[in-house]
């Protein structure tokens, strides 16, 4: 998988996916976005909001058992 930038495609709303801004890699989604304004990401894991993501990707499968 490779990283996507955020100014050529943007994850859906319920997507769970790793983001970036560059310096720290986090899991989370988009938690506001409208199409006019830069979307806004969450992560449940350190309760904080990004808004200077550079790129994102989608999470991997989980392995088969």
Not at 2 to 27: A, H, Q, S, Y
Not at 39 to 46: A, R, S, T
Not at 56 to 65: A, D, I, Q, T, V
């Amino acid at each position: 998988m490779n990283w996507i930038d955020i100014n050529d495609k943007k994850p859906r709303c319920t997507m769970d996916v790793l983001f970036t801004n560059g310096d720290e890699v986090c899991v989370g989604w988009i938690e506001a976005y409208e199409e006019k304004e830069d979307p806004v990401f969450w992560d449940p894991i350190y309760r904080e909001s990004y808004d200077d993501v550079t790129h994102w990707m989608p999470l991997p499968k989980p392995p088969e058992s």
